[in-house]
């Protein structure tokens, strides 16, 4: 049973185009996150969500707006993809919000051409 | 924002070396957390340090919490082929009420057989 998965694993488009990224987690957890690591391996934070509330937003364009239907999903839906956009997204969730141990799932490597 | 700085950024070692890494910030920490990234995969956390001084143990994985709170490092023992992957330092940071991780820059690990 994989802990935190993520749909698809690969993802590559048009720029201009609307993508989404789905994650779920059966963990339990009440905690969830959104990641951004770029071409340098560099690991951001872009968005939490605690309950299924948004309460870390870092300074990411509003083209992306993450969605969470119940506290066991955390969805991702860019809307016109640019070049930069390119990089893999990781989910995360942990047992309470600012929980040390995160637990990741596998990524999603998006290619914008 | 704070920034966590790893050094070195890669490393070339021959099976059943000793390897050792760090981390430094400008700013304190009271939580020094350590997690590796497999290829293809999310981050794992490997060990989490709570103490200044402390000296945290994980099978062959050895990770220390500076004194000056500003500072950590790793060190893997005997490494073997699946130690290979990226080492990231992380460290709690305040996101308005909320509390996020930050993540050092890496430090990518290949061990040559």
């Known amino acids: 049973d994989t802990a935190v998965s993520q749909t698809p694993k690969y993802l590559v488009t048009q720029m201009g185009n609307d993508k989404s990224i789905k994650c779920e987690q059966n963990l339990g957890h009440d905690t969830m996150y959104w990641y951004k690591q770029d071409s340098k391996k560099f690991l951001k934070i872009m968005f939490s969500?605690?309950?299924?509330?948004?309460?870390i937003n870092e300074t990411v364009p509003n083209r992306f707006s993450p969605k969470s239907p119940d506290k066991a999903h955390l969805n991702l839906h860019i809307n016109s993809l640019e070049l930069g956009d390119s990089a893999v997204y990781f989910c995360?969730?942990?047992?309470?919000?600012?929980?040390?141990?995160?637990?990741f799932g596998p990524g999603t490597r998006l290619t914008v051409l | 924002g704070q920034q966590l700085n790893q050094s070195p950024q890669s490393m070339f070692i021959q099976e059943g070396e000793d390897v050792s890494m760090n981390c430094t910030s400008s700013?304190?920490?009271?939580?020094w957390l350590w997690y590796k990234q497999d290829p293809g995969e999310g981050p794992v956390l490997l060990i989490a340090?709570?103490?200044?001084?402390e000296l945290t143990s994980n099978g062959r994985l050895t990770a220390q919490f500076g004194i000056t709170r500003k500072d950590s490092f790793l060190n893997i023992s005997a490494s073997i082929p699946s130690d290979v992957g990226i080492y990231f330092c992380a460290g709690p940071i305040s996101s308005g009420s909320a509390r996020q991780l930050t993540f050092g820059s890496g430090t990518q690990l290949t061990v040559l057989p």
């Open positions: 700013s304190i920490f009271n939580t």
């Open positions: 969500y605690n309950n299924k509330e948004l309460i």
């Open positions: 995360a969730s942990s047992p309470v919000q600012g929980a040390n141990e995160q637990f």
């Open positions: 340090l709570y103490k200044a001084g």
